[in-house]
C-alpha cells in the first residue's frame, strides 16, 4: 500500500512530497487514514539531527488522529469509520517487565517509535504521521471519543500524556502548587491538565509577550525568569515542577522554588547538556528526574481524562507545505501553542 508522506532527506533540507510503502493490513492491524497530526519539537530535534544522526529520508509526526479505513480479521476494538489516534510509539516486545506493567515506553526489548526507527523485527524503517495514512497494531491505537475537534486531540498523542503522566504521578490536586517551565507545546498542556486536577499553577517563561495567555490558560501566576526576582518571589512554594524547555538552562534556580523535599521533573530534552549546582539539590532535599511519555493505558486515560474535562490543544492549523516554516516560528518561540498540520489536504 503506498502512502503520500511530507519527508526531509537531510538534516538542513526542507520537507517535500515523497511515497511510502506502508504495509497492507496483518489480522491484528488497523489501517487509519491521517486526519491531523502535531508538529513537537521532538520531530524538529530529530529531523534536523540535533539528538544524533537521523534516519533519511525522514517523515516525523507521533501526534497523529484519525479514522480507522481497514481493519486486521482479528481485530475486534475498533471498527471501520471511528475516530482514533496514534502517539510516539506503534509496538514493543509486549512480555518484558515494564511492557506487563503498561509502561511499553521502556520495552526491555525495544519500543518501536512512531518514526525513525525500525520495527521490531530490527530493520523496516517506521515513518510517521505527516502522511496520508499508516497502519498500526490495535493494542497500540487509541480511541477517541466521536464528536469531540480532532485537530485540537492530536496533540494530546505526545504534548498531553508527556505532561498527564508526572503530574498524575507526583499527584497533582487540588492545593497543590505546580510549576511550568517555558509555555510552548507541553507547557501549554502541563497548564491546562494542571489546572483541570485542581492545582494552581505558576508558569516560568522567558517570554514577557506570554503573560496573558499564560492566565487564559490557567496559571495563577506568570514569572519572566529574566529576573533573579522570578524565583527569589518563588522561594520555597512549589510541590512539583514540570520542566518543557527544549534549549540547555540551568535547573538549580528553579530548584530554589521547591518546597522541602519537592520534585522537578524533567520533559524537555535540551540536544546540549544543562547544568546543575549539586547545592540547589542538597539544601532542601529536592528530587530531580525525569519523565517519557506515557504507556498505552495512561495515555487512553489521559484522552478519556481531556475529554471529560474539556481540555484540548490551542493550534494554529497549517498546509503541509507550511511544514518548514511551522517549524522556524517554533524554534524561535512563535507558536500558540501547537502547530498542526491538515493533511487533509495532502
Ligand atoms: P516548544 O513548543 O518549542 O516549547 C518549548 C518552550 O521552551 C518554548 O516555547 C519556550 O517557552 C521555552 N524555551 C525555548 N528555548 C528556551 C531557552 N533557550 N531557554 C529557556 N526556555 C526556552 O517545544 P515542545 O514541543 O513543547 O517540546 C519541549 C521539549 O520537550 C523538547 O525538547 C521535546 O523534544 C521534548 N519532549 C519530550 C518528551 C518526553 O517524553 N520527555 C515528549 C515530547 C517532547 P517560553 O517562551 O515560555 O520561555
Ligand atoms: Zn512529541
Ligand atoms: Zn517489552
Redesign the pocket.
Known sequence: MQAKTMAVFNKDGKFQPHTIERRDPGANDVVVKIEYCGI???DI?TARSEWGPAAYPCVPGHEIVGKVIAIGKKVKRFKVGEPVGVGCFVDSCGKCSPCKKNEEQFCEVKTVFTYNSTELDGKTPTYGGYASHITVKDKYVLKIKKGLPLDKIAPLL??GI?TYSPLKRYKTSKGKKIGVV??????HMAVKIAKAMGAEVTVF???PS?ESDAKRLGAKHFKVTKTPEAFTSMMGKLDLIID??????SFTPYLSTLKLGGTMVL????PDPNSLDAFGLIGGRKVLT????GGIKETQEMLDFCARKKVFSDIELIKPEKIDEAYNR?VA?D?K?RFVVDLNTL
Open positions: 513537537c519539537h521532538s530535534h505526545c504534548a508527556t517555558g509555555l510552548g507545546g507541553l507547557g517563561s522567558t517570554s506570554k518543557t524547555v527544549s534549549a540547555p538552562h520533559v524537555g530534552v535540551s525525569g519523565s517519557l511519555i517554533t518561540g507558536v501553542y
